[in-house]
């Protein structure tokens, strides 16, 4: 699997490197880039909350 969370690659494909707030932890300044389904939707997590249920989020 690539790569595609880390590195110059990142900083070139996402604004901010990816960094914001985790909508599960409420973390700040941490890479927001793991997708959780939600739903219908699907919500961006960091890597601690990437494997939580997404259904938990609203
Ligand atoms: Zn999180």
Redesign the pocket.
Known sequence: MAKNHRGKLLKQTVPGAGRGT?P??G?TG?KVLHEVKAGEKTVK??K??RHIDGAKLS
């Open positions: 985790c599960a932890c973390r941490i997590v960091c601690n909350c």
